[in-house]
């Protein structure tokens, strides 16, 4: 069975489904904020841990230095390019140009969760240091898009509050924090566990996918305002962002499984950590435009074709 199949017969894509099925026909399927919010920090949690111990039994040796390079090199670039292709294609004014750059140059926690899934499920091993590369990506990725915006002429504010509010936002300190627990403690720890962070992963992901699809589609009729010139670029963007990270992983050595993870990393747009820090270092942009751009246009092509379409390319590059 191919990638892409297994990908779409997934749980984590068919609750996905359901919840836009539920949110099209508008029906009372909802989560509380509490409970979503409670599943993203399990996510995260499990997702930082998992890695930890990985990383524990590898060693940090070059090839994690140079993923984590990899990683911040990502991390700062992106935004950039994002932040171009807005002010040169699309109406937005420059406050909201950087805010949404903020989000394409960051990274989902839950697309990331979604292709590790996808990897376990088709036999690709990964290395334990790639949850460090997605939290190493969160934070530069925020703090460019904020000095791009204020290049513009945008947003006041001392730069070295932004900052801080980005690497101290809770999805990076849950996430740096869970792999460092990870580190310390290791197989014995994973062992110890594994009921609780291991065995349920896939479950508590395809719940909160089924809130993503609810939030997704309950806001699609804002698409209609932000116009198909930013339609267009949630579309693209992560398609250049995704092949950017595939030639960078594949330029730097890395395996199958780890160049489709930075792949999948650099094609992902962030709808947790990026609105928060936002809300506080930008709050004169609309995230009435960049969270459906976000949740509803890119989250889905990620979710359902670009996973298998970042490993198809992955294996290609690495002859895999």
Known sequence: ???????????????????????????????????????????????????????????????????????????????????????????????????????????SLVTFGAAIALLESVGEPTSGFMPAVLALMEAPAIAVGVLLARRSGAAGGRLGSQVREAVTSGSVMVLIGATVIGVILGTEGREDLDGFFIAPFTGVLALFLLDMGLLAFGRIGALRAAGWRMIAFALYMPLIGGTLGALLGWAIGMDAGDVALLATLAASASYIAAPAAMRVALPEADPGLSLPLVLAVTFPLNLIAGIPLYLALARVLTGG
């Open 1 to 107: 069975m191919s990638a892409a199949l297994d990908n779409l017969i997934s749980p984590g894509v068919l609750f996905f489904a359901l919840g836009a099925f539920a949110a099209w026909v508008r029906s009372d399927v909802s989560l509380p904020r509490p409970v979503a919010q409670a599943l993203a920090i399990y996510l995260m949690a499990a997702i930082g841990f998992k890695g930890g111990v990985q990383l524990r039994e590898a060693g940090v040796d070059a090839d994690a230095i140079l993923a984590l390079g990899a990683g911040l090199a990502l991390g700062l670039t992106l935004p950039l390019i994002a932040f171009f292709l807005l002010r040169r294609l699309t109406p937005v004014d420059g406050t909201n140009a950087g805010a949404i750059a903020a989000h394409y140059g960051s990274v």
